[in-house]
């Protein structure tokens, strides 16, 4: 009876076929993906519908995770491998912390719970009330949002309140399209399963869901750690414009680059623009792609 790496398959919470890297131990297959050779791995398990963490391990008997109730446990455990992979691949990032760390993640956290998050140490999804969201592990740009608030905590650790927050916020949005760049929206694969074409939060129309796009309409507030998933429009407009003008495959090393050297727990919104075309000029020059960066700030109030 042998132990090790298996391959095998599942279907998500949208109900689409996947393949899954598993492992097999004493007659049991886990979510548990060793595959990862510079990683740790990416774990998978399941809180029971309890609010208890990490809970067990999401395991099947013979490899084939095809209930409804796994759908969410097949798209926790594939979708981060596809964003460990992006990291790895686009910006050479091994894990979020640089080091292989365990990517963790918990589904079916709480009761109807419609929300996703991560808690300083892993990834934890609600299965949501089935009308206002679907699982939320469902989402890939959801799945990106929630490891790159990781990432974020190990490079510029970009403090959770006011502008610095909604920076935080942004590129975590941010870093959800670049992971899943189909569309400018965030969550709309689980948002409202009974409505089409909406979604949590839009790049490229942050007004169209109650979201600022200029400096000139900055809210105020003391709730959501001073409006950070509302503030988030502003950057997140800035970084829609400088896709628009300079294409995807610039802007990620930009925003990388950025988040991983020059941005800090403290920055604003006028130091992410600083922060930013310094990584450009560092990459590209101060020819037209700087002047893309910087034309994309102004728009939105930023300068
Ligand atoms: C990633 C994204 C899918 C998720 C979406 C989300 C979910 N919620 C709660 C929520 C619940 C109900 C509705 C409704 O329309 O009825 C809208 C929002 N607010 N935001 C989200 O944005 N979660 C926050 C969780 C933050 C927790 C505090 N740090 C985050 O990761 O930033
Ligand atoms: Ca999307
Ligand atoms: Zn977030």
């Not at 519908?49 to 446990?73: C, I, K, R």
């Not at 079916?108 to 089935?130: K, L, P, T």
Request: proline fraction near 3%.
């Amino acid at each position: 009876v042998t132990e090790g790496a298996t391959t095998g398959y599942g279907y998500g919470v949208l109900d689409d076929y996947k393949s899954l890297n598993t492992y097999y131990a004493n007659g049991t297959y886990y979510l548990y993906d060793t595959t990862k050779s510079m990683s740790g791995v990416i774990e998978t398990r399941t809180a029971n519908y309890g609010s208890s963490l990490p809970g067990n391990y999401s395991v099947d008997s013979n490899n084939a995770f095809t209930s409804t109730s796994q759908g969410a446990d097949v798209d926790a455990h594939y979708y981060a491998g596809t964003v460990y992979d992006y990291y790895y691949n686009t910006h050479g990032r091994n894990s979020y912390d640089n080091n292989g760390a365990t990517i963790r993640s918990t589904v079916h956290y709480g009761s109807n719970y419609n929300n996703a998050f991560w808690n300083g140490a892993q990834m934890v999804y609600g299965d949501g009330d089935g009308s206002t969201f679907d699982p939320l592990s469902g989402a890939q740009d959801v799945v990106a949002h929630e490891i790159t608030h990781a990432v974020i905590e190990r490079t510029a650790g970009l403090r959770y309140q006011d502008q610095s927050g909604a920076l935080n916020e942004s590129m975590a949005d941010v870093f959800g399209y670049f992971v899943e760049p189909e569309d400018f929206l965030l969550g709309e694969d689980v948002y409202t399963p009974n409505k089409s074409g909406d979604a949590l939060r839009s790049l490229s129309n942050p007004d169209a869901y109650g979201q600022p796009s200029h400096m000139n309409d900055y809210y105020y507030t003391s709730s959501d750690n001073g409006g950070v998933h509302t503030n988030s429009g502003i950057p997140n407009k800035a970084a829609y414009l400088t896709i628009q003008s300079i294409g995807k495959t610039k802007a990620e090393k930009i925003y990388y680059r950025a988040l991983s050297i020059y941005l800090t727990p403290t920055s604003n919104f006028s130091a992410a623009r600083s922060a930013l075309l310094q990584a450009t000029s560092d990459l590209y020059g101060t020819g037209s792609t700087y002047n893309s960066v910087a034309s994309a700030w102004s728009q939105v109030g930023v300068n």
